[in-house]
């Protein structure tokens, strides 16, 4: 068990094989690295001067981090899908 402001919330094995499942399926439709989007969702990056450091993120702040990616995915596919249907729009083409 886990205290999250002050509500106990027990974790199980199961809840972390399904984001786990989660996170390979958004890495397969990505083609991306599951390795690589797990960290980059739970752990901050800072180069300094030659030197790299990697710190874990709080809660709050890999909730940001998700919900940013989801963001990003989100305007990228809005975009996508409206410059598509002004292409299939413009006079002369079909689907």
Do not use: Q
């Given at each position: 068990m886990t205290?999250?402001?002050?509500?106990?919330i027990a974790i199980s094995s199961f809840n972390?094989?399904?984001i786990h499942s989660e996170l390979?399926?958004?890495?397969?439709?990505?083609?991306?690295?599951?390795?690589?989007?797990?960290?980059g969702l739970i752990s901050r990056t800072i180069d300094i001067r030659h030197d790299v450091l990697?710190?874990?993120?709080?809660s709050?702040?890999?909730t940001t981090s998700r919900d940013a990616l989801c963001r990003a995915i989100?305007?990228?596919?809005f975009t996508w899908l409206v410059?598509?249907?002004?292409?299939?729009?413009k006079v002369g083409q079909a689907w």
């Open positions: 205290t999250v402001k002050n509500r106990n972390f094989d399904f390979y399926d958004v890495c397969e439709l990505l083609h991306g690295d599951f390795e690589s989007l797990k960290a990697v710190t874990d993120l709080n709050r702040e890999a989100y305007g990228r596919f410059n598509r249907i002004n292409d299939v729009l």
